[in-house]
């Protein structure tokens, strides 16, 4: 598995870094389509439980988000919300009205679908904002890899010393030793790469000093694995360990991108604060 895992990262991170620095569409259609498959899979994991959510509306909603971020910010978000609230509603309606012996619960229905398009799309929107800031490529290589490193961290130093139980009903493998540990790497994870991509760049980048890496490397590593235990809490509920097979051992797309939804906002409104 760790093998497959490696293999798997070894072909895409390098695409995926390239995609980051040329920006534009084509990271914008990178970060829409794991949201998206990320919000297939989320609709999967409440249809495996009886739950009936608008598939299709909700991954053509998330990506609607995408692109109205990337073209007019958070200037559209308002907008669209109340066309995706509106939409949805009129669907599980008719959900019930023409489906009623299978759809006795379009409110919970109704719910559900609301709930994945804002989590997976509206957040995992901020991955398109923060790229479209000034020196926006070193920040999203600067947010991600943070995860990486803290998830790596605390794999191996909770596989190896770990005793004391994170969460033990939503995660039980994960230990307050790893946790910490991830804390730890992720930090000085941030500082080392806040020193290394301005040598890199060839110029001084607005707000990235060693201190504001760390600082953001904290923030990232001690709360984006929130995202993970908050995925862990569908999947459970679903009964299943991972939300897809997207990726050879690394699960699903909303595997993937459950602690990018938290990193994507920390990271953005960071760099509000120090720039």
């Not at 297939?40 to 995408?66: C, D, K, N, Q, S």
């Not at 009129?90 to 006795?104: C, F, I, M, N, R």
């Not at 509206?122 to 904002?129: E, H, K, P, R, T």
């Amino acid at each position: 598995m760790l093998k497959q895992r490696v293999l798997v990262a070894l072909i895409l991170l390098p695409i995926g870094v390239a995609l980051i620095f040329v920006g534009g569409l084509a990271y914008l259609a990178m970060v829409a389509f794991f949201m998206a498959a990320a919000v297939w899979e989320y609709a999967h994991l409440f249809t495996a439980i009886g739950r009936r959510p608008a598939r299709f509306l909700m991954v053509g909603a998330a990506l609607v988000w995408m692109i109205a971020r990337y073209v007019w910010g958070f200037q559209a978000d308002a907008f669209v919300l109340t066309a995706v609230t509106l939409v949805l509603m009129v669907y599980h309606l008719w959900d019930y009205e023409h489906q009623s012996a299978k759809a006795p619960q379009s409110g919970v229905d109704f719910a559900v679908s609301l709930s994945g398009v804002v989590y997976l799309g509206f957040l995992g929107a901020y991955m398109v904002s923060l790229r479209q800031l000034p020196a926006g490529a070193w920040w999203v290589l600067l947010a991600l890899p943070v995860i990486w490193i803290a998830d790596s961290g605390a794999y191996f130093v909770g596989r190896a010393w770990g005793k004391h139980k994170l969460s033990p009903r939503l995660s039980p493998k994960k230990t307050w030793e790893g946790y910490l540990a991830g804390v730890l790497t992720g930090t000085i994870a941030g500082a080392v790469l806040a020193w290394v991509y301005p040598l890199l760049a060839g110029q001084a980048i607005a707000g990235m000093t060693p201190f504001e890496g760390a600082v953001l490397g904290l923030l990232i590593s001690a709360l984006a694995p929130l995202g993970d235990l908050g995925e862990s809490m569908f999947k459970r509920q679903a009964g299943v360990k991972d939300s897809g097979h997207l990726l050879p051992g690394h699960g699903g797309a909303f595997d993937r991108v459950d602690s990018w939804l938290w990193a994507g906002v920390l990271a953005y409104y960071f760099v509000l604060f120090v720039t």
